[in-house]
């Protein structure tokens, strides 16, 4: 389908070229185009599918293309090709990384594995295929709190690698699992004092938090869940206005579904809301896109080995979810 200027209204005549081209290279080449929800508006516009870690996972798992092109960062795309050992999966950058999972190494995991035997590891799906080898289940943000909740009360829990969303589960759930000292470069910025400000501001809007936010935004918030509990949320709830603790990316989202309300993104400082952009997930382009599908690379390569070790923490998510 040709792209239109009333479709994309503010796009430059450039970009419309883009994306008409790789329209026309995802039909021919018969690929996917899977998009997070923090990546720029024009690539969440053209992609087949956009959703949070979970979503694109199990999207990831149920295609029938015969490539996947993964608008997102490198443990996203790792995890759609852990998935579909047999698919070539792509990646317009494959320097797009994240600071959770730089946070844990493989063989740091392996020591504390070793000190704490007992314990399972629980690894938030925010990691690298390594450490999911060495995990015994993954999880996402919109799926942690069902799982840790289905596991034996008495089951000891090492939770990797996000701090504060494992202080999260643990609040919510009495659990005492052993955290990991990981976080977000993104969330973990945000600060309560400057989002108590920003809500002031604005007595009638609700405060959404994603809980990659530390305690203290977390505790303040009315809504606490993943980027698509937000969206549903929004959705659902009778407010007009919303003070939104997360990565900008998802107003783009909200705007679509709630046009009529009101969003203010909370962020570290006074001065721009720039600052709550993912530079992971905004390595991405239109340009990159393209490229990816005339080149067919950036490619995933797993070996097998860790494909297989890697998928059984996987599909144990997917059946709990």
């Avoid at 081209?21 to 690539?43: C, F, G, M, S, T």
């Avoid at 990691?127 to 015994?136: F, G, I, P, R, T």
């Amino acid at each position: 389908m040709e792209i239109k200027d009333s479709d994309t209204v503010g796009y430059r005549q450039e970009n419309l070229s883009l994306i008409n081209e790789i329209r026309r290279l995802k039909k021919e080449k018969h690929v996917v185009l899977l998009a997070h929800y923090y990546q720029v508006p024009e690539i969440q516009d053209i992609a087949d599918f956009i959703g949070d870690s979970l979503a694109l996972a199990q999207q990831a798992r149920d295609t029938t293309a015969d490539i996947i092109l993964f608008a997102g960062v490198h443990f996203m795309a790792e995890t759609a090709k852990i998935l579909n050992p047999n698919k070539k999966v792509l990646i317009p950058d494959l320097t797009a990384g994240c600071s959770l999972a730089d946070a844990c190494k493989a063989e740091d995991l392996k020591a504390m594995k070793a000190e704490y035997p007992d314990h399972m590891v629980l690894s938030y799906v925010n990691c690298s295929a390594e450490v999911k080898c060495l995990s015994d289940l993954i999880c996402t943000s919109g799926n942690a709190l069902k799982l840790v909740n289905a596991l034996p009360a008495d089951q000891k829990i090492l939770f990797v690698p996000d701090r504060n969303l494992g202080g999260y589960i643990n609040r919510m759930t009495g659990r005492n699992m052993r955290l990991w000292p990981g976080c977000c470069e993104v969330h973990n910025l945000l600060e309560a004092e400057k989002v108590l400000k920003l809500k002031q501001a604005h007595p009638e809007a609700k405060l959404i938090a994603h809980p990659e936010c530390n305690q203290a935004v977390l505790e303040i918030a009315d809504f606490v869940g993943s980027t698509a509990a937000m969206l549903k949320f929004i959705k659902e709830d009778a407010s007009s206005a919303y003070v939104v603790a997360t990565e900008t990316g998802i107003l783009h989202a909200m705007l679509k579904i709630c046009p009529e309300k009101k969003f203010y993104i909370a962020s570290p400082s006074d001065m721009t809301c720039c600052e709550n952009d993912c530079p992971h997930m905004k390595k991405n382009t239109l340009e990159k896109i393209y490229r990816c599908l005339v080149d067919e690379s950036p490619e995933i390569i797993l070996s097998d080995e860790v494909i297989e070790r890697a998928a059984k923490p996987i599909e144990a998510m997917l059946r709990m979810s």
